[in-house]
């Protein structure tokens, strides 16, 4: 089941994401319709993966980026492994390591809370979606990476979706 531009420009057109609710309050909406969506994902905050991801002694989650590649290069979080939207559940599955827990992300939240699913439905265990994704991840000003070196751009996806980032961190 693909979850791509089509996919997501339906749901800005279908009042999901109106052309006038940029920023925090088009996030509040897309991260309501993820979660109405998606009812069964766990949804993971940010400020909570932050915190995981600064815990001596407590083992990091497996980051799983669901965005094209073109997206993953220009940034992405700090050991993310780079996942198609569309990968069947059981490849994604056999690339990591069972007895750790998982933290999808994507540009909002519905790809990666597609994959999540889909990974949920396959078996997978400890399964979550980072709540607001990259995107909300960037507007906290939380670190990203690009070619193992700080990056503060975000790819925006589309200048529908990109207007959910603050200006300082869409990449042109």
């Given amino acids: 089941?693909?979850?791509?531009?089509?996919?997501?420009?339906?749901?800005?057109?279908?009042?999901y994401l109106w052309s006038t609710d940029a920023g925090?309050?088009?996030?509040?909406?897309?991260?309501?319709t993820v979660r109405r969506k998606f009812p069964r994902v766990p949804q993971l905050p940010t400020a909570e993966l932050a915190a995981w991801l600064g815990e001596q002694g407590r083992p990091p989650p497996q980051l799983l980026d669901v965005r094209e590649p073109e997206e993953f290069a220009v940034s992405h979080l700090h050991g993310?492994?780079?996942v198609s939207p569309d990968a069947p559940a059981a490849?994604?599955?056999?690339?990591?390591?069972?007895a750790r827990p998982v933290v999808v992300y994507c540009s909002v939240g519905y790809r990666s809370s597609a994959l999540a699913q889909r990974l949920i439905a396959a078996?997978?265990?400890?399964?979550?979606?980072?709540?607001?994704?990259?995107?909300?991840?960037?507007?906290?000003?939380?670190p990203l990476e690009k070619d193992?070196?700080?990056?503060?751009?975000?790819?925006?996806?589309?200048?529908?979706?990109g207007r959910l980032l603050k200006p300082e961190y869409r990449a042109k």
């Fill in 91 to 98: 490849e994604v599955l056999a690339r990591i390591d069972p």
């Fill in 24 to 32: 925090e309050e088009g996030m509040a909406k897309m991260t309501a």
């Fill in 80 to 82: 993310a492994l780079r």
């Fill in 1 to 15: 089941m693909a979850f791509g531009l089509g996919a997501l420009l339906a749901l800005a057109a279908g009042g």
């Fill in 123 to 142: 078996g997978g265990k400890d399964v979550r979606n980072l709540e607001g994704s990259i995107f909300a991840w960037a507007n906290e000003g939380r």
């Fill in 148 to 161: 193992g070196r700080p990056a503060k751009a975000v790819h925006p996806y589309n200048s529908v979706f």
